[in-house]
């Protein structure tokens, strides 16, 4: 059975002896609950899984209950299990409201009377998790991220090729619908799209324009690896919402793993911020789905290929640098532009991608270079790093300094 990296960390701190209070958030069909559900059985320790899928009407006292009956399960446990402490997974925990109160109540009640009991949380509503972690649960527990699937673990997972990844994405939960591509894209737009934006953001977050929200997500897919500024964005959509909603809604929908605006990189932290964005949806499904291409017409619409393989690299890189901490921008000086850029300490990695095979220059990365020449360039394509070896090669040994 296949087993996400991440299930080994989990692993790791869950052989720990100390107490922990572990945050495990992430984009919906990411496999969150079924990686915790393969390391949990291999715990040696009594422990107590629950989802809090049907516990809103209970609220708080559903928490309380279920961290009850983990405690009472550790109090019976034989001699043997007790040593390694007792374990209580709570999914979906941002359904119940006010939870990040009622954890922080019974958790401190454990430290105070020293029981060992570890928790882990789920969720798949991060900006909700975040506020709730922010206010009451501060330097009380460690966040873990589960971003979309990666080319590596599709591939090992389902045995897919780069082009079957670079159409169907990393959504694991619909790897077995491929062969089905109407039925694959109806279950990505419902049960992906319209789950993650109904019950993850409109029902959990203040969204006073939802039908802006919305198209704003598909203008996202529609223009995906192309730079378009908040004004011009303003009409597209034929709204009356000015930039600052358009760009609290960006983040809404980035924290959700749906759709980022890249910032322009400048050195300078202001400067980004107000430059117009480049819109990058965070896992090629969502274009593929939305687009009304079957694979093989994709495939053969060079042009539209082309885009994908580029927001396929920038989701990657998203994905990997957001987990090491680094930071991914583009760059533009009049007509020359180099599509990503990638800024960790005094590290900075330039990034090109390219997929036709003519020889051409690359004046925007020769123009980067001249004004940032600690910047070390990164062709991805022909003539460059191919794409298959760029999926599997980790950012973080891209980073390392040579």
């Not at 999914?91 to 119940?96: F, G």
């Not at 591509?181 to 109904?198: K, M, V």
């Not at 460059?384 to 980790?394: K, R, Y």
């Amino acid at each position: 059975m296949f087993e996400r990296p991440l299930g080994r960390i989990l692993e790791q701190r869950w052989r720990e002896p100390r107490r922990f209070l572990l945050l495990l958030t992430g984009p919906r069909q990411t496999g969150k609950t079924t990686l915790v559900r393969q390391v949990l059985a291999r715990f040696r320790g009594p422990s107590r899984y629950a989802a809090a899928d049907a516990a809103q009407i209970q609220g708080s006292s559903w928490i309380a209950g279920q961290w009850e009956l983990a405690r009472l399960g550790l109090r019976q446990a034989p001699a043997r299990q007790k040593r390694y402490g007792g374990l209580l997974v709570l999914d979906e925990i941002q359904k119940i409201p006010g939870w990040s109160e009622t954890v922080k109540r019974l958790w401190d009640e454990d430290t105070r009377h020293g029981f060992p009991l570890r928790v882990v949380l789920l969720g798949s509503a991060p900006l909700l998790l975040q506020r709730g972690t922010a206010e009451s649960l501060a330097g009380r527990f460690e966040r873990l991220t589960l971003g979309h699937w990666s080319f590596p673990e599709m591939r090992q997972a389902f045995g897919w090729d780069v082009p079957t990844f670079l159409f169907f994405g990393g959504y694991p939960g619909a790897a077995t619908l491929i062969g089905d591509e109407p039925r694959w894209a109806a279950y990505i737009r419902d049960s992906l799209i319209e789950a993650t934006l109904a019950r993850d953001i409109l029902e959990m977050t203040r969204v006073d324009k939802p039908a802006l929200m919305r198209n704003l997500f598909l203008l996202g897919c529609q223009m995906a690896g192309q730079v378009v500024s908040y004004q011009k964005m303003v009409g597209q959509l034929q709204d009356v919402g000015n930039t600052t909603t358009l760009a609290h809604y960006l983040d809404l929908l980035g924290n959700a793993g749906l759709l980022v605006g890249l910032e322009k990189w400048s050195g300078q932290a202001l400067r980004r911020r107000a430059s117009s964005p480049k819109l990058l949806p965070l896992n090629t499904a969502l274009v593929s789905a939305l687009s009304g291409h079957s694979a093989a017409a994709a495939r053969a619409d060079h042009a539209w290929w082309g885009r994908l393989v580029e927001t396929a690299v920038g989701a990657h890189l998203w994905s990997e640098a957001t987990a090491l901490g680094a930071t991914l921008t583009w760059w533009r000086e009049g007509p020359q532009e180099v599509d990503f850029v990638v800024s960790r300490g005094r590290r900075l990695l330039a990034f090109e991608v390219k997929t036709g095979t003519t020889r051409t220059s690359l004046p925007g990365m020769t123009r980067f270079l001249t004004a940032n020449p600690r910047a070390t360039p990164l062709l991805i394509g022909p003539d460059g790093l191919p794409l298959e070896t760029f999926l599997t090669t980790p950012l973080e040994t891209l980073l390392a300094d040579t």
